[in-house]
Nanobody, 127 residues
Framework: QLQLVESGGGLEQPGGSLRLSCAAS????????IGWFRQAPGKEREGVSC???????TNADSVKGRFTISRENAKNMVYLQMNSLKPEDTAVYYC?????????????????????WGQGTQVTVSS
């Protein structure tokens, strides 16, 4: 059964760092583009960062220079390194996957494009 499981969320102070992990099981991650999305209370789910099969990245303007997505196909893992955290980064963070035949195709931050979703991990940034 195809499954994505996020971990690494928690409470962090403004300016701090967290690293989120997304573990895939039931499928081979290297055939998928992966995205990180987040949803704050009362807001729609928005794209944060994604990575193509070839390692190309797309980032939302709100996180450029602060968040970095990476993948480790041998371990079936994707990560989101979040630095210089701000209170407005508070949200539930989800990883998502979409099968992509063209490994060089740029990933997009549109949630409608993604087929599989994890359950999410809570990130709270507060002093």
């Amino acid at each position: 059964q195809l499954q994505l499981v996020e971990s690494g969320g928690g409470l962090e102070q403004p300016g701090g760092s967290l690293r989120l992990s997304c573990a895939a099981s039931g499928f081979t991650l290297d055939r998928y583009a992966i995205g990180w999305f987040r949803q704050a209370p009362g807001k729609e789910r928005e794209g944060v960062s994604c990575i193509s099969r070839a390692g190309g990245r797309t980032n939302a303007d709100s996180v450029k220079g602060r968040f970095t997505i990476s993948r480790e196909n041998a371990k079936n893992m994707v990560y989101l390194q979040m630095n210089s955290l701000k209170p407005e980064d508070t949200a539930v963070y989800y990883c998502a996957a979409v099968a992509t035949s063209n490994m060089f195709r740029q990933c997009v931050l549109s949630r409608d494009q993604y087929e599989y979703w994890g359950q999410g991990t809570q990130v709270t940034v507060s002093s």
